[in-house]
Structure formats: structure tokens, C-alpha cells
């Protein structure tokens, strides 16, 4: 057992060094929803998923589910491969560490959203943050059930980061080309 003063520090870099097929993205890509049971959980997140499903669109290849029971090299996979991740402010969204840079993580925040832990962990990583004020929950209570707008807003969140990245992925590629052609 260890105690935090003797616990075994193995940094995001070092797995990269060790694991490093673990962080090759390859295919399409998801929408990783992580899902939360009991504080600020959403009670019909199933109906969230089966909107996010639904997005076609940039080559997203699906939705994916994070619970956070899945094991350890699992779970740094699922995020490894997404395409954007979605979820409502706290631990899950911990692991978006190993989001590849540029990834879109779309946080539903607390209310009031006083706590800017997961935007400051986005930004540090090469992540874009997109919120969605509007579904939020207080520190220690559920989303409860969201309506049919605030669904949409989510959604359109998500859509607009696909939409956004894309233009990025764009904008490279032209100016690797445009780098290229001067080249010759």
C-alpha cells in the first residue's frame, strides 16, 4: 500500500515514453461521453447519448461511454481516440490529460461555475473548452433531467468544436501544402 508521500509518480510523458502504441489515434475517432452516477449526474443521460449518436458529421465514428470503471489502459485509450469529449465538471474529466492536443472536451459546469479546475487542465494540455452554461448543476446536486433545449445546446456545443476543429485540420493542411508548393 502506499501512502501519497511514497506513491509512484508516473507522468503522461513517462507513458508515452513506455506505452507509446497506447497513444497512437488511430481511425475516425469518437464522441467520448463521460457519464457520472450521483452528484451532478444527469438522469436521462441516455437520451443525451442517443442525440450525440446522431452527429454524423467530420468523421465522427460514434459514441463512446466512459464510466470510469473500465481498467486503467482502457480508459487512457478511450481518451487517447477521442474525437471530443463531452461531460459534466469533476473527476472524469481528469483524464482528458491524455486527449491528443486540440481535442474539444465540451463541460457542462457547476453553478455557480466559480471552479475553473478542468478549463485550466484543457488549456495546460493543447485542449479547446467550450461550455454550455446554460446545463449546469450545483456543486453537490444532479443535473436532474434535462429538457429538449438543453439537449440541443449540447449538442450544438458539440457540433460547433467538430466544426471548429475541422476548419483547424483545414487551415494545416493548406498551409502544408501552400509550404510544399513553395518548395518546388
Known amino acids: 500500500m502506499y501512502s501519497i508521500r511514497n506513491a509512484p509518480t508516473v507522468t503522461v510523458q513517462q507513458l508515452k515514453l513506455v506505452l507509446p502504441s497506447l497513444f497512437i489515434k ?4 469518437n464522441i467520448l461521453f463521460v457519464a457520472r ?13 442517443m442525440e ?18 473500465e481498467p486503467f489502459l ?14 459534466s465538471h469533476g473527476a472524469g474529466l481528469s483524464n482528458t490529460v491524455f486527449c491528443q492536443p486540440g481535442t474539444p472536451v465540451v ?9 475553473h479546475t478542468f478549463g485550466h487542465l484543457a488549456s495546460s494540455m493543447g485542449l479547446q473548452q467550450w461550455l ?8 453537490y ?17 458539440v457540433t460547433e468544436s467538430l466544426a471548429f476543429l475541422a476548419n483547424r485540420h483545414a487551415a ?5 501544402q501552400e509550404q510544399r508548393h513553395g518548395e518546388l
Do not use: C, W
Open 26 to 29: 488511430d481511425g475516425a475517432g
Open 37 to 49: 452516477t450521483g452528484v451532478r449526474s444527469i438522469a436521462n443521460q441516455d437520451a443525451l447519448i
Open 52 to 69: 450525440l449518436a446522431r452527429i454524423d458529421s467530420f468523421g465522427v465514428g460514434g459514441v463512446e461511454v466512459h464510466t470510469g470503471t
Open 74 to 87: 482502457d480508459q487512457v485509450q478511450m481518451f487517447v481516440q477521442a474525437k471530443v469529449v463531452v461531460g
Open 107 to 115: 463541460i457542462l459546469p457547476m453553478k455557480p461555475h466559480v471552479d
Open 132 to 139: 454550455v452554461p446554460p446545463v449546469s448543476s450545483p456543486y
Open 141 to 157: 446536486a444532479t443535473f436532474g433531467t434535462l429538457s429538449q433545449k438543453q439537449i440541443e445546446l449540447v449538442i450544438q456545443a
Open 172 to 176: 494545416a493542411a493548406q498551409d502544408t
